[in-house]
């Protein structure tokens, strides 16, 4: 099978969740037969340019730097975006398309698909869909949002992410745009072939927001197995903790750092993710870090990750937001190292409390610092989270899960 598939950002500029599952699916399905192309934005000028990375030819449509006003506005229409779309798939011929992401670029792209006579299948990675802020997280209080209200919850995340907050009384002028937003993209939902969601809880959020429950399909993330065998965890030492991931005020560093100041000066956390991109928060945690075992990595790549997460008892996913399926998950199980999690969206389902890992409630310091410290205090317990962590999926039977979708989308496609 021909696949082309449509992301926003890709490897090796760009590394997030979106980034490297697209790219490893994209390996995965190739090592299967498949010719699978990729299309993706890049913010670095005109025109468009064909490469191979890591074996998947890569097609980029180069635009201008884009802030974020600009990828807004670029749902409602880009020509450029849309005639290198056009060329390429006039070039690749696929056989479906699948859709990544369309974070800042056009809605037309989709429809071009559909006029081709293609099968259309979405993967929902977050909410961009329902949230132009892709979280379901305001902007103006940093608070966890079910979605529009009239849209003027959506104007004011728009006047808060522009720093503009002066403009607040404007937002029943402004609604009316992310309305139009809104109209356009779920009409997109609801004209997919199929749409995957990682786990049941984004399955039932897009339904609540109109999409179709028959073509709603949950497919669990996969991940490739780690090179090196698990080591057991020591009966008798201090706390070894890790956070990966973005370092960003979302992710709740800052409630795990607060709280983590609060354990035995022998225990140990290390932070390992991304600390250029949002400087003023890295410098906001680094603040207020007073326990000596706290240290900062950077970002690491895969083979530091799996040694991270080897000599760790616990991995810790303190997120403020409804995390969609974070893969550090399915990687600390995969590793047989218990999983410290908020009680939030999805990770309230991967993660079994006092099974595999435990609960916390979002945002509360001292809740967890009272479960790290009980943690730190009894390694029995912790034997016994990792005794409860089943297999991890991997990421061949996602793979073949995908190619079950794709015929589907395939015998279901409707005429454009």
């Known amino acids: 099978m021909r696949v082309l598939q449509v992301v926003h950002q890709s490897l090796p500029r760009w590394v997030g969740g979106t980034e490297l599952y697209a790219h490893q699916l994209a390996q995965a399905l190739l ?4 010719d699978v192309q990729v299309f993706v934005r890049e913010d670095d000028g005109r025109g468009l340019t064909h490469d191979r ?25 880009d020509r450029d975006v849309e005639r290198g779309f056009e060329h390429v798939l006039a070039h690749v011929q696929p056989d479906l398309v699948h859709f990544q992401h369309l974070l800042g670029m056009p809605a037309a792209l989709f429809w071009r698909v559909i006029q081709a006579g293609l099968p259309t299948v979405i993967t929902l990675h977050d909410y961009w869909f329902i949230c132009a802020n892709t979280k379901l997280l305001t902007n103006y209080h940093q608070r966890l949002c079910r979605g529009p209200r009239a849209w003027l919850n959506c104007a004011l995340c728009g006047f808060a992410r522009a720093g503009t907050v002066w403009a607040a009384p404007l937002a029943p002028a402004v ?13 997109i939902l609801r004209r997919a072939d199929c749409l995957i969601a990682p786990t049941e809880f984004v399955r039932q959020i897009y339904i609540e927001h109109g999409a179709p429950a028959a073509r709603m399909l949950v497919v669990e993330h996969g991940i490739e197995p780690p090179p090196i065998v698990p080591p057991p965890l020591a009966p008798e030492a201090p706390l070894q903790a890790a956070y990966i991931g973005s370092v960003a005020r979302l992710k709740g560093v800052d409630v795990l750092v607060a709280a983590f100041n609060a354990l035995p000066p022998e225990a140990r956390l290390w932070i390992a993710g991304d600390l250029t991109r949002e400087p003023e928060y890295v410098r906001e945690l680094r603040q207020m870090t007073s326990h000596p075992g706290i240290a900062y990595l950077g970002q690491i790549d895969r083979r ?14 303190p997120s403020l937001w409804y ?3 974070p893969l550090v998950v399915q990687e600390a199980f995969a590793m047989r190292r218990p999983v410290v999690a ?3 969206g999805s990770l309230a389902t991967l993660v079994r409390d006092d ?3 435990v609960l916390t409630p979002p945002g509360d310091i001292q809740a967890w ?3 790290l410290l009980a943690l730190a205090r009894d390694r029995t317990r912790l034997m016994r989270l990792q005794n409860g962590i089943r297999p991890v999926k991997t990421l061949a039977q996602h793979v073949a899960e995908i190619e079950d979708v794709y015929a589907r989308a395939r015998h279901e496609a409707r005429p454009g």
């Open 31 to 34: 090592a299967r037969g498949h």
């Open 53 to 77: 990375f890591e074996g998947i030819t890569i097609h980029r449509i180069h635009t201008p730097p884009k802030n974020d006003r600009a990828k807004f506005q670029a749902t409602f229409g």
């Open 175 to 187: 609604a009316p745009v992310f309305a139009a937003r809104d109209f356009r993209l779920r009409q």
């Open 304 to 317: 530091q990750l799996w040694e991270l997460l080897g000599r760790v008892d616990v991995v810790a996913v």
């Open 323 to 325: 995390e969609v399926s």
């Open 342 to 344: 908020s009680r939030l």
């Open 355 to 357: 099974v595999d890992g």
């Open 369 to 371: 610092s009272q479960v």
